[in-house]
């Protein structure tokens, strides 16, 4: 398409302007012809078995990687269905939110799942792995109101909400399994599951109400954690804490308005006050109690004729905080003052009369903080609720779904965010009535709403719990049955279901499967029964959860009660997200008649406290097991400096940049991103950037220009030139012994998912025993000898099986390289897709174990040999290696060398030399002539002295080793091919 004159003006210009040599450019036959001074290309050339193949040097991921993935991931999910009918593997996968696009935790955790499951299924597995997606709760919800004003929002229905809840869902679902299938994730991806499935819906309903038989749910009015933000309840799991948070604190006085029958010590004194410390002052106003810890030891001080109870160990800090200085009067135990009363700051206009509150015993009251004695609001705190239930006092809660003061607060408080404006309020009532000792700012780690990103507070309000008395042993049982990698995670697992409180699983949201359960309109009883709840099952099969908040309460109710639904409403609340997603091994694998438990779990080390400890809860409580038999966690994806991803530094990496280039940055292809998970260590936090992602880049060039060099050399070779193990050169079975061991490496770390060292075992192999070793030696045979010869064939034997095995090792983590590799067979080694579904061979026959001294022997030489080449090469006194010879001298006692002599061609070749002699020492050795020498001891004690020599013969023009007879004539070997 060039134009000739304009060819030959550029090049011409170029040579004068180098003045290098004259080059003619003329047009032959419509091609372009270069004449030049270079000599014409030996006549030999075609009898040298030169490799080729049309396997690509380059990767070009971003064109041909998508070509790849349908044979990748649903072509290879059915076929190793087909092929594995034995033992069934099953990851069943915990269902990343359907909400956003993903972000390199979601391709951490997805490949790593993928990663695991090819190796299981190319170890006989028939893997099950279905893909899922969390689709219910408030994040999507909120998406519905994103761009509409306040009055749009109060206008939508619940139908509407519902509709675009769904379809936001449906979107981002869409969105992410195609992430999923470019990052070559096989899986079930035509039937994979959504939490909002009718089917799955109908299978969550009958869990809670087996668990509501069992007595493990109740309806309880009693403080849960509460989002002001989102107004709704929240688990512990749906919470993260703000170490830099920072609360108003503040010292009150509580007057001692009436001793108990234990206190007489205290009978003698007036004005006796105890101080409280708290960090939220807005949560006096449902003060009902105060705590002491009975059996620590407080003290009455005296300060200007005032009198103030407080912990003897808190006396120096209470004292330095507040600028006083204690005049201690009495020291006694906490319980004598169990029983006394005290005088509360406020009163609800729902009890005026009630001023007095009792002090309680409280274990729970600690030396570490505060003064020793605790303000106590059974409405606004999990200990506090604890300690009142055992004396009948009920919580109180003035504060409503906006985090705002009720009317019951009274007017000066009345509609003020608790939070802000409502906490200085209380704080300023506090200083009029002479009650703030002081008040300061405190940094303190504090919850905040996961989603929202803003605080929350507790609250009591009417929700659903599951009990977690009877269920935590059970639970903790159920976990030493199961495999935890890294171990650690066992006690982690452990340690977050002992320290939870009861689980609240009642949310006050529209999208979300509903609390199936009827309320009596007079007495708030609730109506659940297993009638009531076959039925809901069945119409939910039919029309999903919408039935719940369509139908009428007729025509939810079976035909036995629909004469009494003017007796009931239905609950407005829904379940919360941890337990549509904790019971997907029941609405997933049960579902589907898969076993239970499931094989492996693997999730982040956040779901400790999130769906490991869902689904084991859930699964405790109904089948008496846990749901997995392995759990494997893995870190958060940090940058290359080890901090957390964040927009506002900047710093956010994208898998999709990562695969399809951006435009500062080539496109790296799904494999570097698969390479990339499997090389690090996953069980800890793991960085990602530029030197990480050039690591990975590396790794597949060299293994991709192993395999071009492999196909190259098999273009001529088919399955029935295969030699036996017998009829093999020495080297090769050094090799094959090699990679024996190599494979027992890879499996040993596959099995116990160590991939990174999968990693670096593939590394190593490829550049030290393959490439520097193998290759270099393999050229000279592959090239030069008669393409049928069997020194060629055994080498070519080799190279097919480790064609095979690298195919092996790799095609767990990189799947598309693999294919790549197994497409680009010639077409005489072309198999069925079928039989590439499997492990290693791992033959026995080719370990060897007596190879390794005699190898390690020559690579020893090979290496003080190449000292003394390098040495000459900076004298000035050889160029090529081809110009060299090397003769060892040893003596009559090395076994060694008598063995090494019988392959000195291969040991030539390795050295890439014209020739290698091994002979005896002699009494003429000092006459040798020779470039260099060096003595070495061997392993078995003998001594050898190598010397470099000029090559003496002359250069073969076919091969170019030095040991022709005459100049321009073949070398014996050369000839022998070429005449054939």
């Known amino acids: 398409s060039f134009s000739t004159n304009f060819l030959n003006s550029k090049l011409n210009l170029l040579l004068k302007q180098k003045n290098v040599f004259k080059i003619n450019l003329f047009k032959f036959n419509n091609k372009l012809n270069f004449s030049t001074s270079i000599p014409n290309p030996s006549p030999y050339a075609k009898t040298i078995n030169l490799p080729h193949s049309n396997f690509p040097m380059r990767a070009d991921a971003k064109i041909r990687e998508p070509t790849f993935i349908q044979t990748c991931t649903k072509d290879f999910y059915l076929l190793q269905s087909q092929v594995n009918q034995n033992e069934t593997f099953i990851c069943h996968d915990g269902p990343p939110y359907a909400n956003g696009l993903p972000h390199m935790g979601h391709a951490l955790n997805k490949i790593l799942k993928d990663i695991v499951n090819r190796y299981k299924a190319y170890r006989g597995f028939k893997v099950s792995y279905i893909p899922g997606w969390d689709c219910h709760g408030l994040p999507i919800e909120l ?6 004003t306040q009055q749009q929002q109060i206008q939508l229905t619940c139908n509407e909400i519902r509709e675009k809840a769904r379809k936001y869902a449906l979107d981002a679902i869409l969105k992410q399994k195609q992430a999923f299938l470019r990052w070559g994730v096989m899986g079930d991806w035509d039937n994979p599951y959504k939490t909002m499935d009718s089917e799955y819906e109908a299978t969550q309903i009958d869990v809670f109400y087996k668990m509501y038989e069992k007595g493990m749910i109740y309806r309880s009015l ?10 709704t309840a929240l688990a512990e799991a749906e919470l993260e804490y703000n170490s830099n948070h920072i609360s108003k604190s503040v010292y009150v006085t509580f007057p001692l308005v009436k001793l108990g029958s234990n206190a007489s010590i205290l009978s003698n004194y007036q004005n006796i006050n105890l101080i409280i410390w708290t960090t939220t002052p807005w949560t006096l106003l449902a003060n009902l109690a105060v705590c002491v810890n009975p059996n620590l030891t407080y003290c009455l001080v005296e300060v200007n004729n005032q009198y103030f109870i407080i912990l003897e160990e808190r006396l120096e800090s209470v004292s330095a905080k507040l600028n006083l200085k204690f005049n201690i009067k009495a020291t006694f135990q906490g319980k004598i003052l169990v029983g006394s009363e005290c005088e509360k700051p406020f009163s609800l206009l729902s009890n005026q009369t009630l001023f007095n509150v009792p002090i309680l015993p409280g274990d729970h009251v600690a030396a570490g903080s505060g003064t020793g004695v605790v303000h106590t609001a059974p409405g606004h705190g999990l200990e ?7 004396y009948s006092i009920p919580p109180v809660s ?11 607060a009274g007017n000066n408080f009345e509609g003020l965010e608790v939070l802000g404006k409502g906490n200085e309020a ?22 905040y709403d996961w989603r929202s990103k803003k605080p929350i507070i507790l609250r009591a309000t009417k929700q659903w719990f599951i009990t977690l008395k009877e269920l935590k042993p059970e639970a903790i049982a159920a976990i030493q049955n199961v495999n935890m990698i890294p171990s650690s995670g066992k006690r982690r697992l452990e340690s977050t279901v002992l320290e939870r409180s009861d689980w609240c699983i009642s949310r006050q949201r529209v999208w979300g499967v509903p609390i199936p359960v009827f309320y009596n309109i007079e ?42 639904a003017h007796l009931y409403r239905k609950s407005l609340d829904t379940m919360d997200v941890w337990f549509d997603s904790g019971t997907s091994w029941c609405g997933v694998l049960h579902q589907r008649n898969l076993p239970l438990p499931s094989d492996m779990y693997i999730e982040g080390s956040d779901q400790h406290r999130g769906w490991f400890q869902s689904s084991l809860l859930t699964s405790v409580a109904v089948t008496g097991s846990a749901p997995y038999k392995q759990v ?25 940049m990562i695969i399809e280039g951006t435009k500062s940055n080539v496109p790296l292809g799904a494999d570097v991103l698969r390479v990339w998970v499997a090389s690090v260590d996953f069980k800890y936090d793991v960085s990602i950037g530029p030197t990480s992602l050039s690591r990975a880049t590396d790794l597949l060039r060299k293994v991709r220009n192993t395999i071009k060099f492999i196909l190259g050399n098999l273009y001529d070779f088919k399955l029935n030139d295969i030699l036996p193990y017998s009829e093999l050169s020495e080297l090769d079975k050094f090799i094959l012994h090699k990679l024996y061991l190599w494979s027992q490496n890879i499996t040993h770390n596959y099995e116990v998912f160590d991939f990174h060292q999968v990693i670096l075992s593939i590394a190593d192999f490829i550049s030290v025993d393959i490439s520097a070793i193998y290759f270099d030696a393999c050229k000279d045979r592959l090239y030069v000898e008669a393409p049928t010869s069997k020194i060629r064939r055994s080498c070519q034997t080799v190279l097919y099986i480790l064609l095979n095995e690298i195919i092996t090792a790799i095609s767990p983590i990189a799947c598309f390289l693999a294919q790549d590799a197994i497409q680009h067979l010639p077409n005489q080694l072309k198999q069925d897709p079928k039989n590439f579904i499997k492990w290693f061979s791992q033959n026995k026959e ?3 174990p007596e190879l390794e001294i005699r190898w390690e022997t020559i690579f020893n030489i090979r290496d003080e040999f190449n000292k003394l080449l390098n040495t000459a090469r900076e004298q000035k006194k050889i160029a090529a290696n081809l110009e060299a010879n090397l003769l060892i001298k040893y003596s009559e006692t090395s076994n060694l060398m008598k063995a090494i002599k019988s392959f000195e061609e291969e040991f030539t070749n390795i050295l890439v030399i014209s020739k290698v002699t091994c002979q005896l020492f002699s009494n003429d050795d000092n006459k040798i002539e020779k470039l260099g020498v060096h003595e070495m001891e061997l392993k078995d004690g003998s001594k050898i002295t190598l010397y470099l020599q000029n090559a003496t013969g002359c250069k073969c023009p076919r091969c170019w080793k030095r040991i022709s007879l005459q100049p321009d004539l073949l070398c014996t070997r050369c000839d022998n091919v070429v005449n054939k």
């Open 222 to 231: 009693k403080p849960v954690y509460w989002s002001p933000s989102s107004k």
């Open 143 to 148: 998406k519905v109101y994103e761009g509409l």
């Open 384 to 390: 506090d609720y604890a300690v009142c239930q055992q």
């Open 398 to 408: 003035p504060v409503s779904d906006d985090g705002t003061f009720t009317s019951d």
């Open 632 to 656: 494997m966690t893995h870190g958060f994806v940090l940058d290359e400096n080890g901090q957390k991803m964040s927009k506002s530094l900047g710093n956010v990496i994208d898998p999709a």
């Open 426 to 447: 209380v704080i300023s009532a506090l200083q009029d009535k002479k009650r703030l000792l002081l008040v300061e700012d405190y940094e303190h780690k504090y919850p």
């Open 523 to 564: 007495t708030d009883e609730p109506l659940l029964s297993n009638e009531t709840n076959e039925y809901l099952k069945k119409l939910i099969v039919q029309h999903g959860t919408d039935c719940w908040f369509n139908f009428s309460v007729e025509e939810l109710l079976p035909e036995s009660l629909k004469s009494n």
């Open 846 to 848: 080719w370990h060897r």
